[in-house]
């Protein structure tokens, strides 16, 4: 094609490009997503996030709960507690979100009733107000209500029933996730964690004080190492080129304390790095020193820092295993802060691993025998043909063979996990295990609990240095007699049980089985018993237990209060007989045994209520009636049937007949039962008055007595009124 050609066409498109242009240019933009939805700015477009200075948060139905954030500066404080520094970033985040709140129409809602259902009752919603400096009126004062969906939450301002659906949830960005009683806001929630954020680099000394030792490591610079003989290097124009000065290098030393010199660097580098970023859980309330173990603290770190001065943390705990507090700074009236007890204790270390601690090495195969004495007695096991067994004490019961194998186990294989500066009065390691072997005998004393971990102190042979055992291993050498026996003492006893017999108040009574059937007999009555009733005192009675023997006491009872004796269907029987209750608990014979035990009351009245229950039986239900059949007509005179509508001809009698139907009205009235019985078949009667007049005695009482309708009623007779005189 041509250019010529062309040109027309090059000349429609540019104008229809320019129609176009024009038209677009001439058309309105839409809107922001704000002004196509019409969103509603809640706040107001004049309020600003850094015109709030004062935050109120709390729940409706727990306003005295409330959570108070004031700035002070370029900080926030946590005023409901104790005045607690606040994340900075946290607070002014959710401020920015609160005046920032842009919702949706949704509907309105006039009165409590409707403001329920989006739960925006003052009572029900959640509150956020903020307060601009100086005034006491809230600037904005928003309630928040249940979700309209998951990305959406219902909004209202206090005094609008107008509801706006809103995509910030100020609820959830306030900690509260749950409803009901549980959705207060919490004041940790804004709490500034980070306690201490030291430079590891620049520590130069960490002194740290415990209940029960002390340790000091401070920081060294190592020697400078001679340079080795080397000719000079020299740069261009014959001169030495100038070497680069070197960093220092430093090295750790125990300055004090400790179990010996040599400890751990990698452990010791790890409690450096707790002090770079150490966090705390909450605040304490300060006038509660005492109870928190605040009074005076018990532990104390003193890092010394290059640049800086000493930085002190001060410690405290109720006792070890449990949260601690600290405290940042030797003023009065600086914050006591709640600390989770693992960061406590690795700031505040026990011995090992910093330090290698002595541990026991004693090979089982050639210990012969493990004794453990206590004020209240002696455990002993010893070991045949691999097999360890209990030989003191003895009593009748089934054993536990776990507990003496954690026994043997833990003994020859025992280490320390802490020790303690000073020697304790040896009077204190009042509890012995003896180990015995071929290879020599070793002794282990045990004292008291530890004062910082959960642990009793100890000593290994004749090393008098004292160390820490673990609470865990403590237990397992230092268990009760009971713990060596099955104190579920009918647990295994009573698989056939056919009779149970109870004697004491409320009895005597006794449970016996015949067949599948079980009875009571009480009273010289016997009364059925349901079978689950009996299952569950049986299932209580295998789960009693004894709290223990009554070592050196005879099987004797100076005065019973109640016995139960369960017997099987093999012949063999488990008793139990109880004495009364003195400090909460009760003395017990076992059948069988020749020691006294004890139970806990609250044990015993357990298994004495099921036996109560098990002497009072529901009553048996009474028999359903059998079903009765309708009676035949012929029997039922006393279900007279209704009349019959009048449906046929009324024949009048004549009046000279009324003496002859007189005279034999008795008779007539004698047959009338028959002549009902035979109503519903009887065939009309004839028209002819005479005849008619003799025979209406006869049928008059027949309604009476029939019980149904007759299927084709005779005509009904009215006689006249001197026939009626007669009668």
């Not at 946590?78 to 709140?101: Q, T, Y």
């Not at 009901?180 to 806001?185: E, H």
């Not at 605040?283 to 005076?296: N, S, W």
């Not at 008055?689 to 299927?711: F, K, S």
Request: hydrophobic share 45%.
């Amino acid at each position: 094609m041509s250019p010529k050609k062309l040109i027309p066409f090059l000349v429609v498109l540019l104008v229809l490009a320019g129609l176009v242009a024009w038209r677009k240019a001439s058309e309105k933009k839409p809107g922001t997503i704000v002004e196509q939805v019409k969103l509603e700015t809640l706040a107001g477009d004049s309020l600003k996030a850094e015109d709030i200075a004062r935050v109120e948060l709390y729940a409706g139905s727990k306003p005295e709960e409330k959570v108070v954030l004031a700035k002070e500066g370029d900080a926030w404080k946590i005023a409901s507690l104790h005045n607690a520094p606040a994340d900075k970033e946290a607070v002014d985040k959710f401020v920015k979100s609160l005046v920032g709140l842009k919702g949706e129409f949704r509907a309105t809602a006039e009165g409590d009733d409707k403001l329920a259902a989006f739960e925006l009752k003052d009572d029900q919603a959640f509150h956020a107000k903020g307060y601009k400096d100086g005034s006491d009126a809230p600037a904005l004062d928003v309630l928040v209500g249940k979700t309209a969906d998951f990305r959406t939450v219902f909004i209202r301002k206090a005094g609008d029933s107008r509801v706006h659906v809103e995509g910030t949830n100020l609820k959830r960005d306030a900690g509260v996730t749950d409803s009901g009683d549980t959705a207060a806001p919490k004041p940790t929630k804004w709490l500034k964690t980070e306690l201490l954020a030291l430079d590891k680099t620049k520590i130069t000394r960490v002194a740290l004080t415990l209940p029960d030792k002390e340790l000091v490591f401070e920081r060294h610079e190592k020697p400078a190492a001679e340079a080795p003989p080397a000719e000079a290097e020299k740069a261009e124009g014959g001169e030495a080129a100038p070497e680069a000065p070197k960093a220092p290098e430093y090295e750790w030393k125990l300055a004090s304390g400790g179990f010996d010199q040599k400890f751990s660097n990698m452990e010791l580098e790890t409690l450096l790095g707790r002090f770079t970023n150490l966090t705390v859980t909450d605040v304490a309330d300060p006038a509660k020193k005492a109870e928190i173990g605040f009074e005076p603290p018990q532990y104390k770190a003193v890092i010394s820092v290059e640049g800086q001065d000493d930085v002190v943390l001060l410690g405290g705990r109720t006792a070890p295993g449990q949260n601690a507090y600290v405290q940042v700074g030797t003023a009065g009236d600086a914050l006591i802060y709640e600390m989770n007890k693992i960061n406590f204790e690795q700031v505040f270390i026990k011995g090992a691993p910093m330090f290698t601690l002595p541990a026991l090495t004693v090979a089982k195969e050639k210990a012969a025998r493990v004794e453990v004495t206590q004020p209240n007695g002696r455990v002993a096991v010893a070991q045949a043909d691999g097999a360890w067994s209990l030989t003191e004490p003895v009593y009748e019961l089934e054993k536990q063979q776990l507990t003496a194998d954690n026994l043997v186990n833990t003994a020859v294989a025992l280490k320390a996990v802490d020790y303690a500066d000073g020697v304790q009065d040896d009077a204190s390691f009042d509890k012995t295990v003896l180990i015995e072997s071929p290879d020599g005998n070793h002794t282990i004393r045990l004292g008291g609990p530890s004062k910082c971990i959960e642990g009793v102190y100890a000593r290994f042979d004749d090393n008098p240095a004292t160390l820490v055992v673990s609470k865990t291993d403590a237990a397992k050498l230092l268990a009760p007699a009971r713990d060596y026996y099955v104190m579920a003492v009918l647990g295994g006893r009573l698989d056939d049980v056919n009779r149970i017999e109870f004697a004491g108040d409320g009895g005597p009574f006794a449970v016996s089985k015949s067949g599948e059937t079980w009875s009571l007999e009480k009273g010289g009555a016997t009364t059925p018993v349901p079978n689950d009733m009996v299952e569950d005192f049986l299932s209580t009675a295998r789960g009693f237990q004894l709290a223990g023997p009554v070592p050196g006491q005879p099987a004797v009872l100076e005065g019973a209060a109640f016995s139960v004796v369960c017997r099987n269907a093999d012949g063999t029987a488990a008793s139990l007989e109880f004495g009364p209750e003195t400090e909460g608990r009760q003395k017990v014979v076992l059948g069988g045994a020749s020691t006294l035990f004890d139970a806990e009351a609250p044990v015993v009245a357990q298994l004495r209520e099921a036996l109560n229950t098990l002497a009072n039986p529901p009553a048996p239900e009474p028999e359903p009636l059998p079903e009765t059949q309708p009676m035949p007509a012929a029997a039922a005179p006393a279900a007279p049937a209704p009349l019959p509508e009048i449906s046929h001809e009324i024949v009048e009698m004549p009046t000279e007949a009324a003496p002859a139907a007189a005279a034999e009205a008795p008779v007539a009235a004698a047959e009338a039962p028959v002549a009902a019985a035979e109503a519903p078949v009887a065939a009309p009667v004839p028209e002819t008055a005479p005849a008619a007049a003799a025979e209406a005695p006869v049928a008059a009482p027949a309604p009476e007595a029939a019980p149904a309708a007759p299927v084709e009623a005779a005509p009904v007779v009215v006689v006249s009124e001197p026939a009626a005189a007669a009668q």
